[in-house]
C-alpha cells in the first residue's frame, strides 16, 4: 500500500498543494499484523542486512535513514535519505536474482543499499533508467542528483561439456 498526501490543511479551511508525502509499506501480510499486535508501520528495513548483500559495506548506517519512492504517474523513481553521503556516487546496480541495489562509486568502491526491493516497488525499479536521490531534513528537500540504475547481467552457468 502507498499512501500520499500532496495537499495540507492549514486550518482555515485550506488546501495547499506541497510536496508528496510518501509512506511506503511493503510488506503482502501488513494486515494481518496490525490485526494481531499494535506496532510501528514496517518499511524496507525489515530486510535490513538479510540476503546476499548483508556482507557488503552498507551505504547507510541505519535502515531509517533512507525510503524508496516511486512517483508512478511520473515515472520518476526517488531515493530519500537523511545523512549526507561520505562518497559520490558513480552509477546504481539492480540485481534481479537478489532484488538489490549495490551502489558504485566514483572510487571504485561497492555498497549495499542495505535493502531488498520489496514487491509493491520491484517493477518500477527493476529497469535501466535514472533515479534521483534528495537529502532531506525535516521533511524538506536539502539537496540532490540524477544517477544510472544499471540492471546486472544475469550470471552464466558454466558447464563441462
Not at 551505504?59 to 535513514?65: A, Q, R, S, W, Y
Request: hydrophobic letters at 35%.
Amino acid at each position: 500500500m502507498i499512501l500520499l498526501s500532496v495537499d495540507r490543511y492549514d486550518g482555515l479551511e485550506h488546501f495547499t498543494n506541497m510536496p508528496f508525502l510518501a509512506s511506503l509499506i511493503m510488506s503482502e501480510e501488513e494486515e494481518k499484523k496490525e490485526k494481531e499486535t499494535p506496532t510501528a508501520p514496517p518499511n524496507m528495513g525489515n530486510d535490513w542486512g538479510g540476503g546476499f548483500g548483508a556482507g557488503r559495506t552498507r551505504l547507510f548506517d541505519n535502515p531509517d535513514e533512507f525510503d524508496i519512492y516511486c512517483d508512478r504517474e511520473r515515472g520518476i523513481n526517488y531515493i530519500f535519505h537523511a545523512p549526507e553521503l561520505n562518497c559520490t556516487i558513480d552509477f546504481l546496480e539492480y540485481d534481479h536474482e537478489t532484488q538489490r541495489i549495490t551502489v558504485h562509486t566514483n572510487d571504485r568502491q561497492r555498497f549495499d543499499l542495505g535493502t531488498k526491493i520489496q514487491w509493491l516497488v520491484r517493477p518500477y525499479i527493476a529497469k535501466e533508467q535514472n533515479l534521483f536521490i534528495i537529502r532531506t531534513k525535516d521533511g524538506e528537500a536539502i539537496d540532490g542528483f540524477e544517477v544510472p540504475l544499471k540492471i546486472k547481467e544475469p550470471e552464466i552457468q558454466k558447464t563441462l561439456n
